[in-house]
């Protein structure tokens, strides 16, 4: 079983839907929880963080997170062309742990 | 405040030659992290430096090796290179060592090894 589980997609959404992103991870005592976004051909950029359950909202974008259930989401409001990417979760562990990966979810959107 | 930034963009080397990678952090960022990207396996992590230590590391072999100094910037080396050794080697900062560690990534290094 993988650390960090994500599905590969392509996930395909029309313009102006919801996008929802999901990843599952293994290790239980996993304290921080990020979402990153790479363009293609470009380095991952950091979208959002979470280390408490529940959601947190930054503008068009709602990371949740489930520990009991070893689950973190990220929802795209009125998903956009240009939010077309693939969208990498990462965990860290407890204390000094290193971050680890899932290997992404492509996400398209089309007009 | 400047973002993180690696030099070199792209390199060129051929089997059995040995590289080096720099890496400069985020001003006032004291940790950093290497990874390997690469299509089909996807974001390893290589290692992971605070305080000119290496805290954390992954499962590579010892032909990678890396470095920190005081003021924190970062070298990752690789020894006798290999064709699967080609891939987009990112390095990220984060302002301490262990959670939460929030990383800022690079704009990485292309390596092609012929």
């Known amino acids: 079983q993988k650390e960090v589980e994500q599905n590969s997609g392509p996930l395909s959404v029309p313009e102006g839907a919801i996008a929802s992103l999901n990843c599952t991870y293994s290790?239980?005592?996993?304290?921080?929880f990020f979402w990153y976004r790479q363009y293609s051909g470009k380095s991952p950029e950091l979208i959002m963080f979470?280390?408490?359950?529940g959601d947190k909202e930054d503008g068009r974008f709602t990371a949740q997170l489930n520990k009991a259930s070893q689950y973190v989401s990220l929802l795209i409001r009125d998903s956009q062309p240009s939010d077309s990417a693939t969208y990498l979760c990462?965990?860290?562990?407890?204390?000094?742990?290193?971050?680890?990966f899932g290997a992404g979810t492509r996400l398209a959107v089309h007009p | 405040k400047a973002g993180v930034t690696q030099t070199p963009r792209y390199l060129i080397k051929t089997r059995g030659q040995q590289v080096t990678l720099s890496c400069s952090p985020i001003?006032?960022?004291?940790?950093v992290s290497w990874y390997q990207q690469t299509p089909g396996q996807g974001l390893q992590f290589l290692f992971e430096?605070?305080?000119?230590?290496?805290?954390n590391k992954g499962n590579f072999p010892g032909r990678f090796s890396g470095r920190q100094f005081s003021n924190s910037r970062s070298e990752m080396n690789v020894s006798t290179l290999e064709l699967g050794d080609s891939a987009l080697y990112l390095c990220?900062?984060?302002?301490?060592?262990?959670?939460?560690?929030?990383?800022?990534f690079g704009p990485g290094t292309r390596l092609t090894v012929l």
């Open positions: 290790d239980r005592g996993s304290q921080s």
């Open positions: 990220a900062s984060s302002l301490n060592f262990g959670a939460p560690g929030e990383q800022f």
């Open positions: 001003s006032g960022h004291r940790s």
């Open positions: 979470i280390y408490s359950n």
């Open positions: 990462a965990v860290r562990g407890g204390g000094y742990n290193k971050l680890i």
């Open positions: 430096y605070f305080s000119e230590t290496q805290r």
